[in-house]
């Protein structure tokens, strides 16, 4: 029962990429266009002064930043198409009708108790504006709570059926009909619930907020990737009361990612809010920065400087593609599951160097990033826009990247840690990959797993295949490995994880078309 709800856990928090997938990279279009329209890049820059320029960068933040507006709606939405088994495409249909009717029974619940408050004041006690309706801020929570809600009425119901008289009703109608009840009843009683979760997450934003706040945050991140959970632990504090509340011009943000939206793309530097950006930056993009641009080269130098020399010209290679995929992607699994299940206290110090990292960015009042850590990322949020303080994130960044190689390189040779390069690996081959020939890594992966009958299900979340197997005993870990993957992995009983890295999909679509092919 554990492991089973420990892989429900893991879907959960795959579904979660999908909006975030969405938001990262509309958030660097925001930051361009957010930037270019301060005042001091228009005294650097005068061309920006141009009407018609200046026209367009506000007039492109302006459509791109419905997509912030909507958070929750969009949380819906992904965690509906994620977890949903049966239809996905109902499941979506019926989240967003479900999140509709839960903020208009909330509205109702606040105007017959008298809550309702006035428009003017509503931000100061926890209300805001979603879609015309006026209701409880409950943030990307109530988005998620009609996601789940949603993707379970699809796959206990799509295939409901009912009396002749009502049979125009059966079957997937019924779904967005039952969610229309469910999402109504709980409208009315999560706002009496909610003062109690805010006071629950409020008392964990004492730990957060904490001048070590930033350790845990960045090295609970870390800790977290080789359970999938990462995604579902960043949501914490960036979408609730864990994160703080701030009040910004009269207005109640909840959550980090709210806030830092507000002042990043709408003030900017020239805004007295700007101060409150270290504080907020602490625990988003910045911290993964310290990892894709300091910590992985730092590492892959290790790797590449602790391997058999027979063995270099493939480590190089792989060591390259993977920093290159974090630097331009920010996808760290590749590299961080190169070592992680060979030696899990190596991955432990690695994550505790990244927290310390993050706590010492918070005390030199860094304000780089937005979500992503990609070297794009710190381009723009970084050195695009003032008052970053970005020099001391060099410089912070490049005492961690010494203290990452010299801590990784002793421990390896002195604890004799298989990485790669030190043992015989064929998964160091990563020609198929480089390739991309997914169709012969298809045949390789369903042929090493025991063949099509031994597969049940097919999954993947950003990195990694997911499947279910029938007999574990029939898989083929040599023959696995020949198929370039970067990891092989058991969370569970009759689960198997394999890390392709960003290509992931590609190969799963293949593995599909094979499968589908009986």
């Given at each position: ?155 206990r119901f799509y295939n409901l059926q009912l009396p002749v008289a009502f049979a125009f009703f059966a079957g997937k109608k019924s779904v967005s009909i ?43 991140e870390r800790a977290f990737i080789p359970f999938g959970l990462h995604h579902l632990w960043n949501s914490l504090f960036r979408f609730t009361e864990a ?276």
């Amino acid at each position: 029962m554990l492991k089973k709800y420990n892989q429900s856990i893991q879907k959960f928090g795959r579904t979660l990429l999908l909006p975030i997938g969405v938001m990262a990279p509309v958030g660097m279009v925001m930051g361009i266009t957010g930037a270019f329209v301060q005042s001091y890049m228009i005294e650097r820059f005068p061309i920006l002064g141009n009407p018609a320029i200046n026209t367009t960068l506000v007039s492109i933040r302006s459509i791109a930043s419905i997509v912030f507006d909507n958070i929750p709606l969009l949380f819906a939405m992904g965690v509906a198409y994620g977890m949903s088994k049966k239809d996905k495409g109902i499941a979506v249909f019926s989240s967003v009708i479900g999140y509709l009717v839960m903020l208009i029974a909330m509205n109702v619940w606040l105007n017959v108790t008298g809550n309702l408050a006035d428009p003017d004041v509503m931000s100061q006690v926890g209300q805001i504006q979603v879609l015309g309706i006026q209701t409880l801020n409950i943030n990307a929570l109530g988005g998620i709570i009609a996601g789940l809600i949603a993707a379970w009425a699809t796959d206990r119901f799509y295939n409901l059926q009912l009396p002749v008289a009502f049979a125009f009703f059966a079957g997937k109608k019924s779904v967005s009909i039952i969610c229309i009840g469910i999402m109504a009843l709980l409208g009315v009683t999560i706002p009496w619930v909610w003062q109690f979760l805010v006071a629950g997450l409020t008392k964990l934003s004492v730990i957060f907020l904490s001048p070590a706040g930033p350790f845990f945050t960045a090295a609970g991140e870390r800790a977290f990737i080789p359970f999938g959970l990462h995604h579902l632990w960043n949501s914490l504090f960036r979408f609730t009361e864990a994160g703080g509340s701030y009040v910004i011009n009269g207005e109640t943000y909840v959550g980090v990612v709210p806030a830092l939206t507000e002042i990043l793309f709408n003030l900017g530097p020239s805004s007295e809010y700007w101060d409150l950006m270290p504080s907020l930056t602490r625990f988003m993009a910045q911290q993964q920065m310290l990892c894709t641009m300091f910590a992985f080269p730092a590492i892959a130098l290790a790797m590449y400087k602790t391997s058999y020399k027979e063995n270099r010209p493939l480590v190089k290679s792989l060591m390259i593609t993977c920093v290159v995929t974090a630097l331009l992607g920010n996808v760290t699994e590749p590299l961080e599951f190169s070592f992680v299940f060979i030696s899990p206290v190596l991955y432990i110090i690695y994550a505790c160097i990244i927290g310390l990292g993050a706590v010492a960015l918070s005390f030199a009042h860094v304000a780089i990033g937005y979500i992503r850590g990609t070297i794009f990322d710190f381009a723009i949020f970084g050195l695009l826009y003032e008052k970053t303080n970005w020099i001391s994130f060099l410089i912070i960044g490049l005492i961690l990247s010494v203290v990452t190689y010299f801590t990784f390189k002793w421990f390896i040779l002195h604890f004799d840690v298989k990485t790669p390069g030190r043992e015989d690996a064929p998964s160091l081959d990563n020609t198929l990959i480089r390739e991309k020939q997914y169709d012969k890594i298809a045949e390789i992966v369903i042929e090493a797993l025991g063949g099509k009958s031994n597969i049940k299900n097919v999954d993947n979340c950003i990195t990694r295949l997911r499947i279910d197997v029938e007999d574990v005993k029939k898989i083929d870990n040599a023959r696995l490995k020949e198929s370039g993957c970067s990891g092989v992995f058991f969370p569970a009983p009759q689960h198997i994880h394999i890390v392709f890295g960003p290509m992931v999909e590609f190969v799963r679509n293949a593995v599909d078309e094979h499968l589908e092919s009986r």
